[in-house]
Structures are given as structure tokens and as C-alpha cells.
């Protein structure tokens, strides 16, 4: 990846409410997670061991993470939730579209902004 761009993004994840980035480009994944202290690591993807379940895009669209500006998100990292729970809406052409959990897990990572755009298939949210 190139390191003027992961600048960029490391500057934009700072202003944003986004806890943890991940960007998987080619063979390298980057992982990006706000604390105390910054931490970036780029191994290739191959190496690394992801588990749970990701859900993704079922379309193009933007991704809204709450019910409305301002309000709570539908769900947080570290939320328990049921089958059929909203996890965030998709918007495309002015049709709201929720997104929801198939199965009970716990949200181990949002893997987008509120308010980005996403393909369809990319993965938003992973549960475990």
C-alpha cells in the first residue's frame, strides 16, 4: 500500500467516529484500530486468520449506520445480536434497504464509515 494514501486514510479514520479500518488490497491487509497508542500492521492477507462471519453489500449504496443523523448506531463493536436485528441500512436510488444479522453473534468489527459508499459484496460488518 502506498504510505502517502495510508497517511491519508489514518488522517480521515482520526476525524471520523470509525474505531477500526480494515483495507484488504491484492495480498496485503491492513488493519487499522483506535486506542491509546497507533498501530498499523501490513502483513499479506494469506497469513492472517479472520473469523466470524462477514456481512456484506448486497448492492451498491450508501451505508447508514444509525436510523438517523444524530441517533445511536444500530449496533456497536462488542454488541450481542439476534437473528433478523437491523445492523445498518443501505441506501440506493432513495430505497432504504436494512441490513440484517442471518444468525446471533457478537459484532467483532464495522468494516465501513457511516455515510461510504460500498460495492455489492463488500463486506460492512463482521460478527463472531
Same mark, same amino acid.
Given at each position: 500500500?502506498?504510505?502517502?494514501?495510508?497517511?491519508?486514510?489514518?488522517?480521515?479514520?482520526?476525524?471520523?467516529?470509525?474505531?477500526?479500518?480494515?483495507?484488504?488490497?491484492?495480498?496485503?491487509?491492513?488493519?487499522?484500530?483506535?486506542?491509546?497508542?497507533?498501530?498499523?500492521?501490513?502483513?499479506?492477507?494469506?497469513?492472517?486468520?479472520?473469523?466470524?462471519?462477514?456481512?456484506?453489500?448486497?448492492?451498491?449504496?450508501?451505508?447508514?449506520?444509525?436510523?438517523?443523523?444524530?441517533?445511536?448506531?444500530?449496533?456497536?463493536?462488542? =454488541?450481542?445480536?439476534?437473528?433478523?436485528?437491523?445492523?445498518?441500512?443501505?441506501?440506493?436510488?432513495?430505497?432504504?434497504?436494512?441490513?440484517?444479522?442471518?444468525?446471533?453473534?457478537?459484532? =467483532?468489527?464495522?468494516?465501513?464509515?457511516?455515510?461510504?459508499?460500498?460495492?455489492?459484496?463488500?463486506?460492512?460488518?463482521?460478527?463472531?
Amino acid at each position: 500500500m502506498d504510505v502517502e494514501r495510508l497517511q491519508k486514510i489514518i488522517d480521515w479514520m482520526q476525524r471520523s467516529p470509525l474505531q477500526e479500518l480494515e483495507i484488504v488490497e491484492g495480498d496485503f491487509r491492513t488493519r487499522l484500530v483506535r486506542g491509546r497508542q497507533a498501530e498499523v500492521t501490513s502483513i499479506p492477507a494469506a497469513t492472517q486468520p479472520v473469523s466470524g462471519t462477514e456481512v456484506t453489500a448486497p448492492s451498491y449504496g450508501i451505508v447508514h449506520l444509525s436510523p438517523a443523523p444524530g441517533a445511536e448506531p444500530f449496533v456497536a463493536i462488542g =454488541s450481542r445480536v439476534e437473528a433478523g436485528q437491523t445492523l445498518c441500512v443501505i441506501e440506493a436510488m432513495k430505497v432504504f434497504s436494512p441490513i440484517e444479522a442471518d444468525k446471533a453473534g457478537t459484532v =467483532s468489527a464495522i468494516l465501513v464509515a457511516a455515510g461510504s459508499e460500498v460495492s455489492a459484496g463488500q463486506p460492512i460488518i463482521r460478527l463472531d
